[in-house]
C-alpha cells in the first residue's frame, strides 16, 4: 500500500512538473493571463487588460518599476538570496517582502493571491524555473501586462489610457514613477489623483531610477537600449 502511494505521488509530481514544462514553453510566445484575472472571469466580474508587446511600453515604466519593486532583478536568477536572507535574519521578524519581479510573476500567473508560507515556498522554485526558460524582457514584459493597477484593471497599458489617457509607450517619467509607486497598493493608490504618501512613494521611485544606471538595461528592448 506505502508503496504504491508513493508510486502515485510520483506520478502526480511528474505530470505536474511537465504541465509546468509546457506552460512555461507556451507562456514564452503567447500573452499570458492572471490567476487574478481567470478568478473574475469565472465570477462574471469585469477584466480590463489589453496585451501589448514590450515595445510598446515606455522604458521610463520598465525601469520605474525595476528601481520600486526589485533593484537586482538583472542580477539574479529568479530569486534576490541577498535580500530574502536580510528579511529572514530581521531580529523583528518579517517587516517587508522579498518578492522579486520574478516571484511576483510566478505568483500572477501560476498561483493564488494571499498570503502564506506555503504559496511562499512554491514562488521560489516557479521564479527558477522561469527565470531559466524566459529571457528577462520575457519576465517583465509579462509581469507589465498582469500587474493589477486598479479594481479589474490589469497591465500597464489599460493603466495608462485610465490614469493618464495616453498609451504605455507615452508615459512619462513622472507617470512612470507614479504607476510604479501605486503598485504595493493598486486599489487604493490613485497615480492620476495622488495623495500625499504617493507622490513621496513616486518621488523615490525617481531618485531610484538614477541611481539604477545600467542595472536596469538588461529589460529594456533592443531599440531602447541603443537609442540609450
Not at 16 to 43: C, D, E, H, K, Q
Not at 126 to 155: C, H, S, T
Request: glycine share 8%; charged share 20%.
Amino acid at each position: 500500500m506505502i508503496g504504491r502511494l508513493l508510486g502515485w505521488c510520483f506520478r502526480i509530481l511528474l505530470y505536474l512538473a511537465i504541465l509546468l514544462a509546457l506552460a512555461l514553453l507556451l507562456f514564452r510566445f503567447v500573452p499570458v493571463p492572471s490567476t487574478l484575472m481567470l478568478g473574475r472571469w469565472l465570477t462574471f466580474r469585469s477584466v480590463e487588460r489589453q496585451w501589448v508587446p514590450l515595445e510598446q511600453i515606455s522604458p521610463h515604466l520598465i525601469r520605474a518599476v525595476i528601481a520600486s519593486e526589485d533593484q537586482r532583478f538583472c542580477s539574479h536568477a529568479g530569486v534576490d538570496w541577498i535580500e530574502l536572507n536580510s528579511v529572514l535574519e530581521d531580529e523583528d521578524g518579517p517587516s517587508r517582502g522579498a518578492s522579486t519581479l520574478t516571484m511576483q510573476t510566478a505568483k500572477n500567473v501560476f498561483l493564488w493571491p494571499g498570503r502564506s508560507y506555503l504559496r511562499k515556498g512554491l514562488e521560489i522554485p516557479l521564479a527558477m524555473a522561469i527565470d531559466f526558460a524566459w529571457p528577462k524582457q520575457r519576465v517583465i514584459e509579462v509581469y507589465l501586462n498582469v500587474a493589477e493597477w486598479g479594481e479589474g484593471l490589469f497591465g500597464a497599458d489599460a493603466a495608462a489610457e485610465y490614469y493618464f489617457h495616453k498609451p504605455a509607450s507615452r508615459l512619462s517619467p513622472a507617470e512612470a514613477a507614479r504607476l510604479a509607486g501605486a503598485l504595493p497598493n493598486p486599489i487604493l493608490r490613485n497615480p492620476a489623483k495622488p495623495s500625499r504618501g504617493l507622490q513621496s512613494a513616486a518621488g523615490r521611485v525617481q531618485r531610484r531610477v538614477g541611481q539604477l544606471g545600467a542595472l536596469g538595461d538588461c529589460a529594456l528592448p533592443r531599440g531602447a537600449k541603443d537609442a540609450g
